[in-house]
């Protein structure tokens, strides 16, 4: 959507979930995340940017920073950084 976008992947290992809510003027976002990995729960949330990088707008580079955490009963909490850059293909805006 223009201001909320909703995603969930999966992998053989991973279920991940995230939300963005999106400041329509800039394409500057905030995110939640939550994911599961065998016997641990993540939760986690921070900042990215869409990008067009080209004319028509189809294609995007999204460069987001955070915080996470996992709860597992291997090991305590702790907060971690975060971080990805992304391209993605897709309807233009």
């Not at 986690?44 to 189809?58: K, S």
Request: no cysteine; glycine share 12%; net charge negative.
């Amino acid at each position: 959507g223009e201001r909320v976008g909703f995603k969930v992947g999966f992998s053989d290992l991973a279920l991940t979930s995230s939300l963005r809510v999106y400041a329509e003027d800039t394409r500057l976002y905030l995110h939640g995340e939550a994911f599961i990995i065998p016997f641990t729960l993540g939760f986690g949330g921070g900042i990215g940017w869409d990008i067009p990088i080209d004319n028509a707008q189809r294609l995007v580079l999204q460069p987001q920073i955070g915080v996470q955490t996992m709860r597992s009963p291997m090991f305590n909490p702790e907060v971690l950084p975060s971080g990805s850059i992304s391209v993605n293909w897709g309807t233009p805006r």
